[in-house]
């Protein structure tokens, strides 16, 4: 859930029938250095290593096998690929019941891949399967203990089935992340903080920061069954500079999370 923009062809693409073996690279390690232009990225406020997260790519133990097969577009493992790649584009355009059937044909036709789903658990949620999107997000932060976006993830679904309190003992404590919105974040969630002041903080930022904080902001009201604070922080997340320029699949959530619960900007009829 990195807030880089990847290429158009890594994450979105339209042609699935016939996937670029180089799309699919091996899982990066947990902390992967990029460097990058400050000024052609959206990040053009610091020149500081971006730490590319797993986010940017797709889940690809399967990546592997293709080398080892030479690349059958037959291979279950590459279909689980292609699957996955199309649940993904699925839950883009809002059809989150397609995008969980695809990601499960995924598993089906590549067990291994289940560990790495975290797209699945998102869809989950939103289809109020929220027993499901915790055991989905336990499993894959137990292949990634440093993952701050899942382990907030499995306390909303959490808190969902259980109540705050009860999700709040049970929180999945993970590693440092690198970016300090998502710090702060992770800091408001784990310890009940204020979501205005993690808004705050990052209200002149960077435009990701400020995306970021936003959605993390909404996200935690509606943790806390406050539909006001929650829907006032995620629209503003949707239609932020960042949510419309970016290919951020998180940017996308944004906006697949105001079409579900039928929020529009309050100067939209």
């Known amino acids: 859930m990195n807030s880089i923009t990847p290429s158009p062809s890594s994450l979105h ?3 699935f029938s016939s996937p670029n073996p180089s799309q699919f690279p091996l899982k990066p390690p947990k902390t992967l250095h990029f460097f990058y232009n400050p000024t052609t990225s959206l990040h053009s406020q610091t020149q500081t290593p971006l730490l590319l997260s797993r986010r940017l790519f797709l889940p690809s133990v399967s990546g592997i096998w293709d080398a080892l097969t030479g690349n059958n577009n037959n291979d279950p493992a590459r279909q689980a690929v292609v699957a996955i790649r199309r649940g993904m584009h699925l839950f883009r355009e809002g059809d989150v019941s397609g995008s969980v059937m695809e990601f499960d044909r995924a598993i089906e036709l590549d067990p291994r891949q289940k560990a790495y789903l975290w797209q699945r658990g998102l869809s989950l949620y939103y289809l109020d399967r929220f027993e499901e999107a915790a055991e989905q997000f336990r499993i894959d932060v137990a292949q990634n203990p440093n993952d701050t976006e899942e382990s907030i993830w499995c306390f909303l679904c959490e808190a969902q089935l259980y109540g705050v309190d009860e999700a709040r003992r049970r929180f999945l404590e993970v590693g440092r992340d690198p970016r300090p919105v998502m710090r ?5 969630f784990k310890d ?3 979501p205005e002041k993690l808004v705050s903080v990052f209200s002149n930022g960077n435009d990701s920061e400020f995306f970021y904080a936003s959605l993390y902001a909404g ?6 069954r406050n539909a006001e604070g929650a ?11 960042y949510a419309v320029r ?5 940017a996308s959530l944004a906006k697949v ?13």
């Open 13 to 15: 693409h339209s042609n």
């Open 184 to 188: 702060e974040a992770y800091a408001t």
């Open 192 to 194: 009940g903080g204020d």
């Open 219 to 224: 996200l935690y009201y509606e943790s806390q």
């Open 231 to 241: 829907e006032h922080h995620i629209v503003a997340a949707s239609q932020s500079s």
């Open 246 to 250: 970016s290919n951020d699949y998180m």
């Open 257 to 269: 999370h105001c079409s579900c619960r039928n929020w529009r900007p309050k100067d939209q009829p």
